[in-house]
């Protein structure tokens, strides 16, 4: 089982980024993902979670109404749109799976990415 999340990069504040975490090995259609990130000399946080359908969402309170995570269970893809970027969201992106209910919490998600790096510029 693997998730890689693509498409990190260097961008300057107020630009935007697409990144998005392909799974392989099983599908996780009926999974909860979720995106963290961990800032350097910080511990990971919670950035984002989709429930199975797509139908519930949540962000942490540092990206709302800034970030919209998003899936497309055909290609076994999320997703997280980033926009109004600011320099503190300089961190290395991770995505996850969970296996079993819908979850924010860091520590309940069973599968992990390899992490993308996002700089953000001032």
């Known amino acids: 089982v693997q998730l890689q999340a693509f498409r990190g990069g260097l961008v300057q504040a107020g630009g935007s980024l697409r990144l998005s975490c392909a799974a392989s090995?099983?599908?996780?259609?009926?999974?909860?993902m979720g995106w963290f990130r961990q800032a350097p000399g910080k511990e990971r946080e919670f950035v984002a979670v989709v429930n199975w359908s797509g139908s519930r969402t949540d962000y942490s309170d540092s990206v709302k109404g800034r970030f919209a995570i998003s899936r497309d269970n055909a290609k076994n893809t999320v997703y997280l749109q980033m926009n109004s970027l600011k320099p503190e969201d300089t961190a290395v992106y991770y995505c996850a799976a969970r296996v079993g209910v819908y979850t924010t919490r860091l520590r309940e998600f069973d599968y992990w990415g390899q992490g993308t790096k996002v700089t953000v510029s001032s």
């Open positions: 090995g099983r599908t996780f259609s009926s999974s909860p």
